[in-house]
């Protein structure tokens, strides 16, 4: 859970609040960690999956409106380079 906090750029306890909401909602469960007893993992049901897929398209979409389509395709590679650094 810390990890996705820092991830989502949450606090801990912030994170805690969202997953509660999630897990009430039945789109997450938590599972114990195997390596770690104080550690629990958030893990998407199928609902969650679900949820996120539907999201997904309207996500993805607004990208393309609001950022692909503002540049050419030479600009796209030259940004994907440049991005690919980050990456390593």
Not at 1 to 11: F, I, K, P, Q, Y
Not at 17 to 43: F, K, N, S, T
Request: proline fraction near 1%; aromatic fraction near 4%.
């Amino acid at each position: 859970m810390t990890e996705l906090a820092d991830r989502v750029l949450l606090s801990r306890s912030g994170l805690t609040r969202l997953v509660d909401r999630l897990v009430r909602a039945e789109l997450v469960r938590r599972e114990p960690c195997i390596d770690d007893a104080r550690g629990m993992y958030a893990v998407l049901t199928d609902d969650g999956v679900g949820q996120l897929r539907s999201a997904s398209h309207v996500h993805l979409a607004g990208v393309v409106e609001h950022f692909v389509r503002r540049f050419n395709r030479h600009e796209l590679l030259r940004f994907g380079q440049l991005l690919a650094r980050l990456a390593d």
